[in-house]
């Protein structure tokens, strides 16, 4: 089944980029918040990227004006009825997932592909909320911040997604210009699986007081050529999201490497979630480097 039409379910910091790439190769994508100012506010934010493209020249005005038109913003869930894909991208909460999942379920049509981007959380979990019939067509489809620039889909498959539904994401993902690998549902899948001990040991080893974050950042950057440091990085991510995906691991996989580090765990009970609170490893916005 072709998909022209996505529904996208949160429309934040994933949601709207979600929104944004698929409106940018021809979709017609309906944003929805139950609060309509908040879909409101994720279209704006697609408008502001989209002025910052045409303002540097990588992008004309024609096709931005074309790309937000085939925008439309919604507080009723029932637009759904319109899609051939649902992507859900609202904060990692297991109940808040599955009661989405749920009422969706109730009035998407049959042949609706549904795809959630969560980022840990087991996708046959999430598909334990919808009838038996759309477990075939449930999916995960993970993007990477931010969206329009982060060129990997991590597809994961349930016990039940067919290989009909496998292939329609990765026309899609084509389309899309990015790559596409594929995991099974197991916990963290592929990318966060590898990334969260790697930075549960930086930080475990800042706690130990071998090396400052900026010495530890500067020491990934240049010795192991990462684009950014593990610090930098679960402050661009937040450190809510980081320490609720080392939880699902470290519960799923009961292995202590995956355990959240106290400083980790510390900060984010103080309300230090990083860029988006200001402050975490760093306070923001940070010193220019000398």
């Given at each position: 089944?072709?998909?022209?039409r996505?529904?996208?379910a949160?429309?934040g ?17 309906t ?7 908040r879909?409101e506010?994720?279209?704006d934010?697609i408008?502001?990227n ?11 005005a024609?096709?931005?004006d ?40 109730e ?17 046959d ?7 038996p019939?759309?477990?075939?067509r ?29 292939a ?6 084509d ?12 916990p963290?899948?592929?990318?966060n ?25 500067t ?5 192991l050529?990462?684009p ?10 937040g450190?809510?999201?980081t320490?609720n ?21 510390d ?5 230090h ?18």
């Amino acid at each position: 089944m072709p998909i022209e039409r996505v529904f996208v379910a949160g429309a934040g910091l994933m949601g709207h980029g979600i929104g944004q790439v698929h409106a940018a190769i021809g979709k017609q994508v309906t944003l929805y918040e139950p609060d309509l100012e908040r879909a409101e506010a994720g279209r704006d934010r697609i408008a502001g990227n989209l002025d910052r493209a045409v303002s540097k020249g990588k992008l004309d005005a024609a096709a931005r004006d074309a790309t937000l038109a085939r925008i439309a913003v919604t507080d009723d869930l029932a637009k759904v009825r319109e899609a051939d894909l649902v992507v859900e991208a609202v904060f990692e909460d297991l109940d808040v997932k599955r009661e989405l999942w749920r009422e969706l379920d109730e009035m998407a049509p049959e042949a609706t592909i549904f795809a959630s981007n969560t980022s840990s959380i087991s996708i046959d979990t999430l598909a334990g909320a919808v009838s038996p019939g759309r477990k075939m067509r449930f999916v995960g489809m993970h993007f990477f911040s931010p969206v329009p620039v982060m060129p990997l889909v991590e597809l994961v498959r349930g016990h039940a997604t067919t290989s009909d539904t496998e292939a329609a994401i990765r026309e899609l993902t084509d389309e899309l210009g990015k790559k596409l690998i594929v995991s099974a549902d197991r916990p963290g899948f592929l990318v966060n699986r590898i990334l969260m001990p790697f930075l549960a040991e930086a930080m475990r080893t800042l706690e130990e007081g071998t090396g400052t974050a900026e010495d530890i950042d500067t020491g990934a950057r240049v010795g192991l050529n990462h684009p950014m440091g593990p610090f930098e990085l679960a402050d661009f991510i937040g450190l809510d999201v980081t320490l609720n995906v080392m939880q699902v691991l470290h519960d799923g996989l009961r292995q202590e490497h995956f355990k959240p580090p106290m400083v980790l765990t510390d900060l984010v009970a103080a309300g230090h979630l990083g860029q988006k609170t200001g402050r975490g490893f760093y306070t923001y916005p940070r010193e220019p480097k000398a």
